[in-house]
């Protein structure tokens, strides 16, 4: 398989384990919303709507809410990801705003990457606590925190669950009965 330069930075995309303290230029954070801002979503909802949060206090407050999660604490940025429209349900039955919130943050993520930027993804906080601090509506979920930031030290990269483990064709299973998706 051909290897792109996008697949590259997919495969070779680490874990922060620690962020520098170095600011990261307004531009670099323009750019990555702006890429964000280019997903796909659900019936075009759009429903992304993220505040961006720079202030060392204000970012204390919000490290608070997750836990004291060092990356939330040290990351010189960190994005609010939230959905303004929560109503649409999908075909499936399921609500479509968290799958369109972390297509934007994915896409957030990889447009990061190419940037030289580093980012992490927290889900654990307390949504109401986040809310209240960032003046966010009550009926507007919180769906992610994404940190950003230069790199002072990367996690190893995780191992990926083997190509058969995760990818069949045509079929769940294979006709002689063998499952191959675990
Ligand atoms: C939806 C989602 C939620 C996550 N929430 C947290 C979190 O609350 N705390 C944390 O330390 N990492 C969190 N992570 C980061 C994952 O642990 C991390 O992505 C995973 O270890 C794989 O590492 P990688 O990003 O280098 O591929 C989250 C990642 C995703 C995609």
Redesign the pocket.
């Known amino acids: 398989m051909r290897v792109t330069k996008l697949l590259s930075l997919i495969r070779n995309?680490?874990?922060v384990q620690k962020f520098d303290d170095r600011m990261v230029a307004p531009e670099a954070i323009e750019a990555v919303l702006e890429a964000a801002r280019y997903a796909p979503s659900a019936r075009e909802a759009q429903p992304w709507r993220f505040v961006v949060i720079q202030e060392a206090l204000l970012r204390h407050e919000v490290a608070a809410a997750a836990f004291n999660?060092p990356h939330v604490r040290t990351a010189p940025v960190v994005i609010v990801c939230c959905a303004r429209i929560h109503s649409h349900v999908s075909g499936n039955g399921r609500p479509s705003f968290p799958v369109d919130i972390a297509a934007a943050a994915q896409t957030l993520i990889i447009a990061a990457a190419d940037l030289g930027l580093h980012s992490?993804?927290?889900?654990?906080f307390k949504e109401s606590e986040v809310q209240r601090v960032v003046g966010i509506p009550g009926d507007v979920p919180v769906v992610?925190l994404i940190c950003l930031g230069y790199q002072a030290g990367l996690?190893d990269l995780?191992e990926r669950i083997p190509h058969e483990d995760a990818i069949a064709w045509d079929r769940w299973a294979l006709p002689d009965g063998r499952t191959p998706l675990r």
């Open positions: 995309r680490h874990l999660h992490s993804w927290i889900c654990g992610a996690a995780p």
